[in-house]
Structure formats: C-alpha cells, structure tokens
C-alpha cells in the first residue's frame, strides 16, 4: 500500500511517499480503507521533532492520527458486521497517511451516509475536544468567552459550540482580519489580534478562556480572566508555557480564577464517541460545521505541511488516498 512516512524530522520535504506492507487486523482491530485523512496540528508538531523530548517517535514513523473509510476487515474477535460500514477511526499519534489504516474498534465511530469522509475528519477530532474543553471550562451561556487560537479546526468548533449554546460574548485571537471576518460567521463577536488587542469594544476579561496555542503569553491571558474566570489550555501550538505560570495565577489569588489543563486522552471513549457521532449528524443538519481549507492527494502531504507551517490553514487540510 501508498504511505507517507517522515524519513527525517524537521522541515516537510523530510516526508516521502513509501511502498508499505497492508496492515493486519489483531485483536480488537479492524483496518479500514481511508476515502479520507485528517492532518492536524500535532501531526506538524511530530514531523518538526519540537514533541520529541516528551514523545520520542521512530524515523520511518507514518503520521496521521484521524481518518474516514470502510472497513475492510476485522480482527477474530472483532464483531464481522463492523466490514463494510463507513467510519471515522482515531488511529493513534501516527498511522494515518495511508490507503490502508489500522485502529482499535473502541476508536471507530460509524459516520451517517450523508456525511462525507473529508468531513468526518473535519469534525471527527476537534468537534469533541471542543465540546470537552467547553465543559471542563464549566462552560454557561451565560458567559463571556475568549477562543485563543480561533482559526484552527478545534478553534472554529469552539466558537460555533459557544455561539449555538447561546454565548453572548465570543471574542477570539486571530493573525488577520480576513479571518475574523469568516470567524464572525461562525459566532465570533470580537476579533483579538494573537496578543489579545485590537478591538477597543471588547470585554477586558473573561469568564472562559480556550487557548489551543499555550507559549509565552499564557501568563498575560491569565490576566484577563475575570473573577472566578475558567482557563483551560487545551493545546500547544506555540510552544510550552513558562514554568513559572503559576506565580501569575497567585497574584491574583483573590479574584479566584483557575488554569486547568485538558486532554481527551481523560475523556472515557465512549463518552467522546457518543459526543462524536452526534456532531456528525449535526454536521448533516446544518448545526455544526466542517471547515476544510483545501482537499490534496496523500502524494501532496508534504504541501498540507507547508500551509500549516506558513499559517495558512483556517480549519482543516484534507489528504485523498
Ligand atoms: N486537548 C486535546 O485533547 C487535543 C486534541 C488534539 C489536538 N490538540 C492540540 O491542539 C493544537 C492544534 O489545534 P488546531 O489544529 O485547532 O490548531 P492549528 O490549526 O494548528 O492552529 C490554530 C491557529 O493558531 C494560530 N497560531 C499559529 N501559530 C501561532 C503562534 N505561534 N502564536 C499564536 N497563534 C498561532 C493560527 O491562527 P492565526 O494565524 O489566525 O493566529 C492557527 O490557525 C495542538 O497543540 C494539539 O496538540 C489537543
């Protein structure tokens, strides 16, 4: 089968399409021909080597975490009505960028018919952080919400989750104002430059913040929380946070605000499928959207690195087998 495998870390020309042998379905498993694969942010991460210190990934590593497909066969103890049917799987921190994935069964969630594969990847992964990061947020609509990072697939999730539960005050942080104009459309009542200014009308602080970046201005957002204000960190797109981040929090130790980390990895799976599969039916509705910023053959994976490397991406890019 087609593959592309990242022969070296760091830019994306270390990405090189290979001749790999099919996967088998083990315990558990099942494998699936991908009609569609995610690229994502961490997959941009892994490939540039900055996770390497935390997550130490082998040369030759396939990447790709989420891909849509139909299953073409199962493991032995793997309930044979699953062959056939359209799903999107998670597939683990690589994996993906392939004609032929494999995954767990408790990582596929069946996807409606009227859904398409490139949407399903879309959604599939930052359709649930989002609605987690939100409640792990306690998250009320009666709240003033900021979404740092608001152009990314998990961003755009947040904010079009915030709006359609009834949130009055969304600001979000973005590079350009052509993207807080397309974030306005989703629910966006403020657009932030990436420091947090910009627009003068804009609520000083906030009741929750959602921060996909992380990175050096995590202390200055802090600041912004209003009292009892909720930060939750749910990414790291510009890199860790200063250790000393919790000193900021302290100063401020009578307005009772809080930073929490959050992963899915602690959401139970089925809980997070369950979330999943009904935001793929309100992608079919018109109640959620899949952003997709462009659609390549998996050959040009090495391109959707570029544009994600260039900030160019505003959802999601797509890979075809
Ligand atoms: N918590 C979880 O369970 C979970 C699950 C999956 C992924 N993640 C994490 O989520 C992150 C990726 O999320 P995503 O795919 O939605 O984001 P993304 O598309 O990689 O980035 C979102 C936006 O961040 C802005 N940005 C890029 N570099 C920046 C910088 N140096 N400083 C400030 N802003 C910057 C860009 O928008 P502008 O140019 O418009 O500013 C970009 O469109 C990763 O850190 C990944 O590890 C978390």
Request: hydrophobic residues 45%; contains cysteine.
């Amino acid at each position: 089968m087609r593959a592309v495998a990242i022969q070296r870390f760091g830019d994306p020309t270390g990405m090189a399409m290979i001749e790999a042998p099919c996967p088998i379905a083990e315990r558990g498993q099942v494998i699936i021909e991908t009609g569609a694969i995610g690229v994502g942010g961490v997959d941009a991460m892994i490939r540039r080597g900055t996770v390497a210190d935390m997550h130490p990934m082998p040369v030759g590593l396939i990447p790709g975490s989420e891909v849509a497909g139909v299953v073409a066969a199962v493991g032995a103890d793997v309930d044979e009505s699953w062959i056939g049917r359209r799903v999107w799987a998670f597939t683990g921190v690589g994996g993906g960028y392939t004609e032929v994935a494999k995954a767990r069964v408790g990582d596929i969630v069946p996807i409606p018919d009227d859904l398409t594969f490139t949407d399903a990847v879309a959604i599939g992964s930052a359709g649930p952080v989002a609605h987690f990061a939100l409640s792990h947020a306690h998250f009320g609509s009666a709240d003033a919400v900021l979404v740092r990072g608001a152009a990314g697939s998990i961003g755009i999730a947040t904010v079009e989750l915030a709006a359609r539960a009834g949130a009055q005050i969304i600001a979000v942080t973005t590079s350009s104002t052509e993207r807080g104009t397309r974030l306005r459309e989703f629910g966006a009542t403020h657009v932030l430059d990436r420091a947090g200014n910009g627009d003068a009308s804009a609520p000083e602080s906030f009741d929750v913040i959602v921060d996909v970046i992380g990175g050096a201005l995590v202390p200055a957002f802090i600041d912004r929380l209003a009292p009892n204000g909720r930060m939750v960190l749910a990414g790291m797109v510009a890199g860790p946070v200063p250790s000393d981040v919790g000193s900021r929090l302290l100063r401020g130790f009578q307005l009772s605000r809080s930073l929490a980390t959050f992963s899915l990895d602690t959401v139970p799976a089925d809980a997070t499928n369950r979330v999943r599969r009904e935001q793929f039916v309100a992608v079919t509705r018109g109640g959620l959207s899949a952003v997709v910023q462009d659609v390549l053959p998996l050959d040009r994976a090495a391109d959707a690195h570029r544009l994600m490397d260039a900030g160019q991406v505003f959802g999601r890019i797509v890979l075809t087998p």
